[in-house]
């Protein structure tokens, strides 16, 4: 077991109450881990920032690495990130409905070296990914948190109209075949060699994604998915409100008058050639 306060050269802050709230850039803080996971940490980290457009962050704020408590945790062998903090731009987990390309780029590249990757929209993990090595890095249809981040990645990367359910079904998989497709990815994405070559490609288009001028279309979507994730009581009143402004007449003829500033096909020609 080592101590460490920064991770291939990114300093290491905690943001949790009672020393300072979530969302803040914190304080820097002293974390213990096992060895070999943090050369694995190193390694991770430098590939996802490699590949980042806005490079390597000056602080990652960490919700913990080895904890008293069960699993990965109490090894050692686990990493809770909460948000990431670059000169001009910060990426907070729980904003994930405003950064959906960003975030999923960097959980695109997480997943090549972490089996485990618990996301936005696994249950109680909105506000940090979890990931440790407790499992091989590999698709399995079977596995939620997978299946959650390829339902993720083909609705908010690739347009897919699917369901994110965290099941793989006919609809994903159908999806996902077209995905694999259209990249020249080689199927099935349950071999390993498939899946990791999928990760890479997602990657690299979701961050040139992530440098696209966001459009007034991007915006009311990031809206209609924050309608869609409330609660069912208070759903039925604000989807009304939505629908009316979006279906009004003069709102329609706007929004039928703007472009999506988002060429995903010439992103992905210009990845896959």
Not at 29 to 45: C, H, P, R, S, Y
Not at 183 to 197: A, D
Request: aromatic share 10%; charged share 20%.
């Amino acid at each position: 077991m080592k101590t460490i306060n920064a991770i291939n050269g990114i300093a290491l802050h905690y943001a949790r109450l009672p020393q300072h709230p979530y969302g803040t850039i914190g304080r820097p803080q002293d974390f213990k881990v096992e060895e070999g996971f943090f050369e694995i940490l190193n390694t991770a980290f430098d590939e996802v920032f490699t590949n980042c457009p806005l490079g390597k962050p000056n602080v990652i704020t960490c919700a913990g690495i080895l904890v008293n408590k069960p699993g990965h945790h109490g090894l050692g062998k686990a990493f809770d990130l909460d948000a990431v903090f670059w000169d001009n731009h910060t990426l907070i987990t729980n904003n994930f409905i405003h950064h959906k390309e960003l975030y999923l780029g960097i959980e695109s590249y997480l997943r090549k070296h972490f089996g485990i990757v618990l996301n936005y929209l696994y249950p109680n993990h909105a506000d940090h990914w979890h990931f440790d090595t407790s499992v091989n890095v590999d698709y399995n249809e079977s596995s939620k948190s997978e299946t959650l981040y390829l339902q993720m990645v083909l609705k908010y990367i690739y347009g897919k109209s699917i369901i994110v359910d965290g099941i793989s079904g006919p609809q994903t998989r159908a999806a996902t075949r077209e995905v694999f497709d259209r990249l020249g990815v080689s199927s099935p994405i349950t071999t390993k060699v498939n899946y990791l070559k999928f990760l890479d490609l997602t990657g690299k288009i979701a961050f040139k994604l992530s440098e696209e001028k966001v459009s007034p279309l991007q915006l009311l979507e990031n809206l209609e998915t924050v309608v869609e994730n409330l609660p069912t009581d208070n759903k039925h009143g604000v989807s009304q409100a939505l629908n009316s402004f979006v279906m009004h007449q003069e709102t329609t003829t706007w929004l039928n008058g703007l472009d999506d500033d988002h060429d995903l096909e010439s992103i992905i020609d210009s990845v896959i050639s």
